[in-house]
C-alpha cells in the first residue's frame, strides 16, 4: 500500500539544523509533486515547501525563505527538508505530502522542537 514514512526530527537549540527526509512507497514517486508542511500546537496545518517532479522547481513560505531548503531524490523515492537557523517558532510536527493524478497522500509526521 502507500506509504509515506518521514524520519529525521528531534529536539534542537535555536540556530541549529535538522535534516528531514521522506521515503515513498507503494505508488510511482517520481510524476507526484512533494511538499513538507507542518502543524504547530493549536494552529492549522501550512505548506512549507514543495518541489516540482523534476526537482527542478522549489517553493517556500515566507517564513523559512533561505533557511530552509527542500530537495527530492527520484531514484530512491525520497524528498528531503533541510532546516538551518532554526527558530522557536519552527516548532511543529512537520508532514511529508505527495500530489499527482487527483491523488493526495499524507505520511504520519516527525516531530520538530526547537528549544534552548
Known amino acids: 500500500q502507500v506509504q509515506l514514512v518521514e524520519s529525521g526530527g528531534g529536539l534542537v537549540q535555536p540556530g541549529g539544523s535538522l535534516r528531514l527526509s521522506c521515503a515513498g512507497s507503494?505508488?510511482?514517486?517520481?510524476?507526484?509533486?512533494m511538499s513538507w508542511y507542518r502543524q504547530a500546537p493549536g494552529k492549522g496545518r501550512e505548506l512549507v515547501a514543495s518541489?516540482?517532479?523534476?526537482?527542478?522547481?522549489?517553493n517556500y513560505a515566507d517564513s523559512v525563505k533561505g533557511r530552509f531548503t527542500i530537495s527530492r531524490d527520484n531514484a530512491k523515492n525520497t524528498v528531503f527538508l533541510q532546516m538551518n537557523s532554526l527558530k522557536p517558532e519552527d516548532t511543529a510536527v512537520y508532514y511529508c505530502?505527495?500530489?499527482?493524478?487527483?491523488?493526495?497522500?499524507w505520511g504520519q509526521g516527525t516531530q520538530v522542537t526547537v528549544s534552548s
Open positions: 507503494g505508488f510511482i514517486f517520481r510524476p507526484y509533486a
Open positions: 505530502n505527495a500530489q499527482s493524478f487527483g491523488n493526495n497522500y
Open positions: 518541489v516540482v517532479t523534476s526537482g527542478g522547481s522549489t
